[in-house]
């Protein structure tokens, strides 16, 4: 067998076996959603706990859920008896993790664990194990066999505790009513963090860098704003000062093609009527969505009486870092 022969293999046996763990979802699974929603709404805390490969999988559970602003700490197994027990707090809720269920240096811990703890959730592949009978609820992360070849090395055990603690997530997440205003808030450095924090006035072009000319105006004067704007795009206002249209460089184009002396006529004949918009005050997320799901390149942007204001380009967007 080859690389990717073998690649392959591995793939779909644990594929095989995430679709087990689907199917194998019970009543213990609502159950644990609920005794985290209600730890967290009683100002307690998730605490994760285990050892070696386990102990790995579970400090990127407690990242996920503390990310979607689920409190969460890692207890380390070794150091939780000198010491480090003072993490956990009358109320917590504890999340202890083995495979086998029977890893000692957890087993000692469980006494002093389950003192202090409002619930123990055991995710085990060994539902008969230690642990599991010493647990509040059981999560079932069994699997038929490990997808390395000599069925030694922790891979469909360790992916199933994975993806268990991600479906744990975000099953909390929707009970909380966990919203992306929310997720912002913990992730403010990211992309989505700058979109859902950044209003679109604060990103539009205004001033010099925006293209506006008044419907009355001709085509070469529109040309020669977005020249001077480095616009692809001209905003074209109304008498009254409202929007009248937008004027682009593939407006441009495709009337050219038809007649190339329309430099002298009005930009009002050429330009496109009823252009999408989004409000200034509105999240930057919205002009993202909008420029996205109506595939353009610009989006003008309205204050609160219609008026034109500013223009979205999708460059720069990607050169704010928001989409």
Excluded: W
């Excluded at 805390?45 to 400090?59: D, F, L, R």
């Excluded at 205003?181 to 992309?191: E, L």
């Amino acid at each position: 067998m080859n690389a990717i022969e073998l690649g392959r293999q591995v793939i779909l046996m644990e594929s095989d076996c995430l679709i087990a763990l689907s199917n194998r979802l019970d009543d213990s699974f609502t159950r644990a959603v609920e005794l985290l929603q209600k730890t967290l709404e009683q100002r307690g805390k998730i605490v994760v706990v285990g050892v070696g490969k386990s102990g790995n999988i579970g400090h990127k559970i407690a990242a996920t859920l503390n990310s979607t602003g689920a409190t969460t700490v890692v207890l380390n197994s070794q150091n939780a008896l000198h010491g480090d027990l003072g993490l956990v707090s009358d109320g917590d809720a504890v999340i202890a993790m083995s495979y086998s269920g029977e890893t000692v240096e957890l087993l000692h811990l469980l006494p002093f664990l389950k003192r202090p703890a409002a619930c123990l959730i055991a995710m085990t592949g060994k539902v008969q194990s230690t642990l599991a009978e010493h647990a509040d609820l059981v999560l079932d992360t069994s699997v038929e066999r490990e997808a390395c070849p000599l069925n030694l090395a922790p891979t469909s055990s360790s992916t199933a505790m994975l993806v268990m603690g991600d479906a744990l997530a975000m099953a909390l997440l929707d009970a909380r009513g966990f919203t992306e205003k929310d997720f912002a808030r913990y992730h403010p450095g990211g992309s989505l963090g700058r979109a859902l924090l950044t209003k679109v006035s604060d990103i539009m072009r205004t001033g010099d860098s925006l293209a506006y000319v008044h419907e009355s105006a001709t085509v070469n004067d529109a040309l020669v704003a977005m020249t001077q704007a480095r616009s692809g795009a001209c905003v074209i206002a109304a008498s009254d000062g409202k929007l009248a249209g937008v004027f682009t460089h593939g407006d441009f184009v495709r009337s050219f093609q038809k007649n190339p002396h329309l430099g002298a006529h009005a930009v009002a004949d050429y330009m496109t009527r009823q252009p999408i918009t989004v409000q200034a005050s509105s999240l930057a997320v919205q002009a993202v969505n909008t420029i996205g799901s109506h595939r353009i390149d610009d989006v003008v942007v309205l204050d609160d009486e219609l008026r034109p204001v500013g223009l979205v380009d999708t460059q720069d967007l990607a050169r704010l870092r928001i989409m």
